[in-house]
């Protein structure tokens, strides 16, 4: 007779929690912007690809940096005159990601990390 009662006890238990889960607002979120090219940094400090292309839309590219990696990482986008495009993006851990817009003329650009060790990290970003 204890085991029915167990059970339905759980059961309250577990929806009741399940209802604790919203507090029915509607916060707005946050979502970013669909990605033209997706740039990953890989185990063994090296990016995914050696060269990606995407398509500029009103100057703009927007570009997704993920870390596959165990290791930290940064993206930086420079020209061909070695000067950085807008501001870089910082990776963090395993899984994370950032995704973000950068004002990009059609050219030839190097995709590079700072962190000091990972200098091999260099791919070619062609924006057309």
Known sequence: MR???ALAVLTLAVTGLAACGSDGSSAPTTVPP???VVIIAEEGIRWDKPEYVAASTNGKVVI???NDSSLGH???VVGADGKQVAEHEDLGK???SVTESFDITPGRYTVICKIPGHSGMKSTLTVS
């Open 74 to 76: 940064n993206l930086y």
């Open 3 to 5: 085991r029915p009662v």
């Open 94 to 96: 395993r899984g994370q």
């Open 64 to 66: 997704q940096g993920r």
């Open 34 to 36: 669909p990605a033209d």
